[in-house]
């Protein structure tokens, strides 16, 4: 029977990827800060079967805890088989905008919470011989996104760290994987910026996400078929893929379109 952990698990793409895990029979712990929303999507997905779901309140900050909850879960299930760092915040605005606030919360969540996870969980696989670790990074970390440099900044990071300890791991047994949507239909749509400063884009109490965005639930399906491959980098949806290619093509032109959308978002804004 294989264990996992889900970092973000009680709604959105970590709540999506429980499912999945359940669906096929594993023992996972849905770990987030909202520990009665973790613990109530955990019920949900058991309900559901044939595997079975814990829930866990985790601030991902915390190292300590973090270790602790990797350790025990390890312990109580005889191993532990897959990780997905998964929590994250929502940064967006033009840097004039951003004060450190607001790039200290996206490194302490965006890049140390998936560094807490790694470091834990690859204790534990080393001395197992085996595992994946799956971080969940961004589209963002792949192009020149711009009005939200801080994200954007954390998901680079995450895709950097991603690979290169894939390359150290291989040889240990242990696979490692970088998850990079783009647009997805969750809460985080919501909660841009929250608890700090507003920006011209921070969310409002009554944002709706649009309904044509692609599904966590359809992201889902295609993070397991790529961590079933053991794929480096899995993109969704394809126009990711193709924002991708078309950033390792032509770099310049890249940054000639992101210009052109932070220039709009200073004009519409009057932050000219």
Partial sequence: MTTSIVTGGASGIGAAI??????????????????????????????????????????????????????????????????????????????????????????????????????AAYRIMRGQGHGHIVNTA???????????????????????????????????????????????????????NAGLPETGMSSKADAEVPKDLYTPERLAKVVMKGVRRNKAVIVAPAYGRFAWLAARLTPAGAVRAARAAADGYRKDHNLT
């Fill in 18 to 119: 429980a499912a999945e895990l359940v669906a096929r029979g594993d023992t996972v712990v849905l770990a987030d800060i909202n520990g009665a929303g973790a613990a109530e999507t955990a019920e949900r997905l058991t309900g559901r079967g044939p595997g079975k779901a814990f829930g866990a309140a985790l601030d991902v900050t915390d190292a300590a805890a973090v270790a602790e909850l990797y350790d025990r879960t390890a312990r109580d299930n005889s191993g532990l088989d897959l990780v997905f760092n998964n929590a994250g915040v929502a940064i967006a605005g033009l840097a004039e905008e951003l004060t450190l606030d607001h790039w200290n919360r996206a490194i302490d969540i965006n890049l140390r919470g998936v560094v807490h996870g790694v470091d």
């Fill in 138 to 192: 961004s589209l963002a970390g792949l192009v020149p996104m711009p009005m939200g440099i801080p994200y954007t900044a954390t998901k680079h990071a995450v895709v950097g760290l991603t690979l290169g300890l894939r390359a150290e791991a291989a040889g240990l047994g242990i696979k490692v994987s970088a998850v990079c949507p783009g647009f997805i239909a969750t809460n985080l749509l919501r909660t841009v």
